[in-house]
């Protein structure tokens, strides 16, 4: 009995970790316009905006780079950061002993 419960909540946490990953994906990719138009300064030449879509993967359909996305979120590859041009997963593993120190004193002041 237990580990059904387990199970279905397993799955279920599985199922709204994918839905939100979906939505902000494709928010972020509708709403912001052409990334690699962003992440050139205005009046770059078209043909270095072209290898900046083909070195961020945006030059493949929408549907391509969610999969791919998929695949490399999976993997641990969470890509690279356009502001410090450092891995996200690093950036991210960096802040995580802060964030997890915030978290255990917030947890004991509240409790």
Do not use: H, K
């Not at 950036?91 to 509240?110: D, E, K, R, W, Y």
């Amino acid at each position: 009995m237990r580990w059904s419960y387990l199970l279905i909540r397993l799955g279920q946490m599985i199922l709204v970790i994918l839905a939100v990953v979906t939505i902000v994906f494709f928010v972020l990719r509708l709403a912001t316009g052409d990334p690699a138009r962003l992440a050139n300064p205005p009046g770059t030449p078209e043909d270095i905006i072209a290898q900046t879509r083909e070195r961020i993967g945006t030059d493949v359909t929408l549907g391509a780079q969610y999969v791919g996305y998929l695949w490399d979120a999976a993997r641990g590859d969470l890509g690279t950061s356009f502001r410090g041009a450092q891995s996200v997963t690093d950036a991210v593993f960096s802040a995580l002993p802060n964030t997890l120190a915030l978290a255990g004193i917030t947890i004991v002041v509240s409790a």
